[in-house]
């Protein structure tokens, strides 16, 4: 989860539910609440770290988080240097995700079949949005942080996306670079009530709509395939400094922000805001008969399939 979080467009949440841990996951932090205090007081510190399962979470955040800064670089360095490489894995891993969610539906119907076309396009549509500009209120930064928490914890949905899709981003990174605490907590704070909040929403839609919410999840993960499509079209860009988003330099405007970016021109600050996904025909066109690398990408979405199956053997492995 922690790697995939390190790759923007890529959520943390789609790994939880191939590796078998969603519902675990939910059902975990939806119990998150005063009771545990009560626990606490009443019971002692071994009955309320197994009432939230503390040992669970410990284990999943730790590997998060050093995965996660373990592993930042190398996917900065990658998504510049090798973006179709690493996108081709991902969407392989991804792909096949949509069949391994899938496949856990016993049976479908009209009202599933709905579920899986609204979950779709819902993702699908949020991967084409283009980005807005962020509000310097103080009320925004808790909205967007529980709307980005939200988004962590849906298969297919990428938080970091979302914060730059609502124009928090800069605001966010501004904020943790000046150590600002004020944005900070509040930031923090619509994170934990989002969190809180929507995963007793997801409980509640897996014990009484539980097929119905799989097919929607099965929907999420399939129309985000579009935002890790490889071969990309870059049409705007946001300045990491100051948070303008403009199109791309005219001389690289049929090109990509990657390719720009490995040639060693000046878009190390520029993060892509405006994409659109194209073939590996037109990827090489544009770009000047660049290799599109089309073995190479085929190899590293087989790669990514098959790290699925492994993920699955290891999680049946671990339930029995």
Known sequence: MGA??????????????ISGIYKELIDTISGINFSLIATLRKDGFKAFWHQLNGGFLTALFLGILTSFISLMRVAKYLIEQEPIMIWSFFFGLILASVWYIGKQIDSWHMGRILALIIGGLLAYYISIMPSLSGLGAWWFLPIAGAIAICAMILPGISGSFILVILGAYKILSDAL????????????????????????VLKWLFLH???????LLTGFVMGSLNKIWPWKQTWTVMDASSGAISPMNEHFALGTLSLAQKQGNDFKAFKSVLESSISPERYAEINHNIDPQIWAAIGLMLLGFLTLLVLERIAQKDNR
Do not use: C, E, N, W
């Open 4 to 17: 995939a979080d390190a790759v923007p467009g890529v959520s943390g949440g789609t790994i939880a539910f």
């Open 177 to 200: 670079h000046d150590f600002d605490l004020k944005r900070i907590m509040l930031f923090a704070l619509g994170a934990v009530i989002g969190l809180l909040s929507f995963s007793r």
């Open 209 to 215: 709509y539980g097929q119905t919410t799989l097919a």
